[in-house]
Structure formats: C-alpha cells, structure tokens
C-alpha cells in the first residue's frame, strides 16, 4: 500500500476478498498518506459484510464502499465498484489471500484478468497467494480440504506469477510475501516459504 499510494500515485483501489476489519485495513493505510484516496472493499462472506458496514468508515475527503459480491462475477464487481471508483482513471486492483479459495475450475488467471482488462493503463495488480511449498502446509490444507466444505487450493510460485503475465513487473518481482519490500520495522516473521506476493502496472 506504501508502494501504490506514495511511489505509484494511486488513489483509487478495488480491494478484493477485503477479509474481516482489522488494524491497518487498505482505505486506513492508503488514506493516512493520501486522505482523499477512494476504496471499495468486495468480499462475499456475510459476516464480513456486517463487520465492514460497521467499521469502514473512510475520510471525510476520500471514499470508502462496500460491495457483497464473488470474485467469480467480476462484471458485477466492476459494475459495483463504478459507484464509488473512476474506472477511466488508475485503479489498484488488490487481491490478497483470496485466489487460494478458487479452484481450477473457476479459472482463477481468467477472473483477475477480468477484472484488470476493465482497468486503464497506469492500474496495478497487488496479488498474493499461498504457495505450495512447504510440505508441512500441503499436507495440513489437504486434511482440512477433505473435512471443509471450502476448500483452499495452494499453488506453485509459478503459476501464481503466470497471472500477472502482459504487466510491467515492479521490482522484486512476484517473491516471498515477506520479502517484498519490507521496511524496518514490519512484522515479516512469516515463514518465507508459505505464500508469495508481487505488484506489476498495466502499461
Ligand atoms: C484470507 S482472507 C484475506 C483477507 C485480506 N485480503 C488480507 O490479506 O488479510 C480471504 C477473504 O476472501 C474472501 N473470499 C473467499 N472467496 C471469495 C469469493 N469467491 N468472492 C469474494 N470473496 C471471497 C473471504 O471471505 C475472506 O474474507
């Protein structure tokens, strides 16, 4: 977000699989540097849903909106995200923890280039995902997919960085989550081995 807001210029961000509030949500962190920054928040779990009404409340001089939608109907995103965003200008698509809950058989290189093909030059893809790397994970997310009604699909670095082909890649490139770009300070005790994350601009 330091990245998108300060390096990049970005004021608008289309935030998708928004997760519960927390500390430090996208429209907190991208308004704190830039008040005026617009977010739309887009998660299809209810109690998100309840949680966010309640809690997202963005500046004055910015925007912040939430959309109950699935990632799988990006037209409906977009039409959504159209209320609060100027889709003729940069937008941030951010998709963070949220392409490990498709499967292969919704297409998940098919969904973000949806959503991005609807976004001028000059927006920028911030994507991460879990990883299939690390041996103790795969066998733990193959336990709980076996018992879950939902199931998590960890994937290779690769093919998580195959989504981001036909886009400028900003420096490290697609790397453990941990590793991009990490200020003193951060909180990067995450094992480097479990998930990856990278940000590239639609040129
Ligand atoms: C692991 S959380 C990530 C939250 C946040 N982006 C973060 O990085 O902390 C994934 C979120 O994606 C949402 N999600 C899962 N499948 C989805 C779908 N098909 N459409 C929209 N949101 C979805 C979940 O409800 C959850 O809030």
């Known amino acids: 977000m330091r990245f998108l807001v300060?390096?990049?210029?970005?004021?608008?961000?289309?935030?998708?699989g928004a997760g519960l509030?927390?500390?430090?949500?996208?429209?907190?962190?991208?308004?704190?540097?830039?008040?005026?920054?617009?977010v739309v928040y887009v998660d299809n779990d209810p109690l998100v849903l309840v949680h966010a009404e309640a809690l997202l409340a963005g500046s004055p001089e910015g925007a912040c909106a939430y959309v109950d939608a699935d990632v799988r109907d990006p037209e409906r995103i977009l039409a959504e995200a159209a209320r609060t965003l100027d889709l003729g200008r940069p937008v941030a698509l951010t998709m963070l923890g949220i392409m490990g809950q498709i499967s292969d058989a919704d297409r998940p290189a098919e969904l973000v280039s949806a959503l991005l093909s609807a976004l001028p030059?000059?927006?920028?893809?911030?994507?991460?995902?879990g990883t299939d790397t690390n041996e103790a994970l795969n066998r733990a997310v193959e336990a709980y997919n076996q018992q879950s009604a939902h199931t998590y699909h960890l994937r290779s670095p690769q093919e998580i960085a195959s989504w981001f082909a036909g886009l400028e890649p900003v420096e490290p490139?697609?790397?453990?989550?941990?590793?991009?770009?990490?200020?003193?300070?951060?909180d990067a005790t995450e094992?480097?081995?479990?998930?990856?994350?990278?940000?590239?601009?639609k040129a």
Not at 6 to 16: K, N, P, S, T
Not at 21 to 38: F, G, K, M, V, W
Not at 173 to 186: F, L, N, Q
Not at 195 to 201: I, T
């Open 173 to 186: 490139g697609v790397v453990p989550t941990a590793s991009w770009r990490t200020d003193p300070g951060d």
């Open 191 to 201: 094992a480097p081995d479990v998930s990856v994350a990278g940000v590239a601009k």
């Open 21 to 38: 509030p927390t500390a430090d949500n996208t429209h907190e962190l991208a308004q704190r540097i830039a008040p005026e920054s617009r």
């Open 121 to 129: 030059p000059g927006s920028y893809l911030a994507l991460s995902d």
């Open 6 to 16: 300060r390096e990049a210029g970005i004021r608008q961000f289309l935030d998708v």
